[in-house]
């Protein structure tokens, strides 16, 4: 969380919008492809679940 809030401020981006994009991109994508590849998902799974977490979703 705590590299979030740096890149939030530094880049003047929206923390929640930043969270939500890394979800999608963990949880949807990434993990995904993992799959579709035949390989673990474990690591991509893991960061959606600390961002949705960070969301308090």
Known sequence: MKQVIVITKMAH???H???AWIVSWAALLSATWH???GENPDTALAIAKIGLEALHL
């Open 35 to 37: 799959i579709e590849d």
């Open 17 to 19: 919008r930043l969270l």
């Open 13 to 15: 981006l929206n923390q």
